[in-house]
């Protein structure tokens, strides 16, 4: 059954940036298939894209956040990453990654999802 | 990029309830649509894919429908554990976006 799990710092301050992984268990992100994508989601409000990244490290970004985020994937590790530069306040959230298919770019499963806070 | 509107906002139902949700797009995406829904503290989970597949697992008293810009999220024989936040998401074209949500709530 494959999983997901979030890790990085809780806490982030200002203007820094801000540094995730998704580690992968029961599958693998060498695969074809799929696609390995980050979502946020604000305290108490809705979700939001953060982008995508294939096994060969093609990446698709969201227009709004294109300009501070990179998303890396690490085979050896099986894992992939996010960065997103020069946070603030706004960029506090939930972040979840989750897997998608390259045919259906639906996410299922999700990780667990990580609380990231952006405050001095 | 395509807009996604959910519709109501929130809605107050009770157990046993028949229960409709909406979604539109801002332009056609054919079946691109997912439905998931959202426990508090919890991550998403995939309910209906396809805009009328159902996730495996999912039980029957879920049922999705539409194509083009509008579609339907049906839960009938409302149960407890259904109380959470519904939203839509379009997998037609990047950006991908999501509905603004619909919390079901107890009457």
């Known amino acids: 059954q494959l999983q997901l799990q979030e890790s990085g710092p809780g806490l982030v301050k200002p203007s820094e940036t801000l540094s995730l992984t998704c580690t992968v268990s029961?599958?693998?992100?060498?695969?074809?298939?799929?696609?390995w994508g980050w979502i946020r989601q604000p305290p108490g409000k809705g979700l939001e894209w953060i982008g995508n990244i294939d096994y060969s490290g093609t990446t698709y970004y969201s227009p709004s956040l294109k300009s501070r985020v990179t998303i890396s994937i690490d085979t050896s590790k099986n894992h992939f990453s996010l960065t997103l530069a020069s946070v603030t306040a706004a960029d506090t959230a939930f972040y979840y990654c989750?897997?998608?298919?390259?045919?259906?770019?639906?996410?299922?499963?999700w990780g667990q999802g990580t609380l990231v806070t952006v405050s001095s | 990029d395509i807009q996604m509107t959910q519709s109501p906002s929130s809605l107050s139902a009770s157990v046993g309830d028949r229960v409709t949700i909406t979604c539109r797009a801002s332009?056609?995406?054919?079946?691109?649509l997912v439905w998931y829904q959202q426990k508090p503290e919890k991550a998403p989970k995939s309910l209906i894919y396809?805009?009328?597949s159902l996730q495996s697992g999912v039980p029957s008293r879920f049922s999705g429908s539409g194509s083009g810009t509008d579609f339907t999220l049906t839960i009938s024989n409302l149960q407890p554990e259904d109380f959470a936040t519904y939203y839509c998401q379009q997998y037609s074209a990047y950006p991908l976006t999501f509905g603004g949500g619909t919390k079901v709530e107890i009457k």
């Open positions: 029961g599958g693998s992100v060498s695969s074809s298939l799929y696609f």
């Open positions: 396809a805009a009328s």
């Open positions: 332009q056609s995406i054919s079946s691109w």
């Open positions: 989750g897997r998608s298919w390259t045919s259906a770019n639906r996410f299922d499963p």
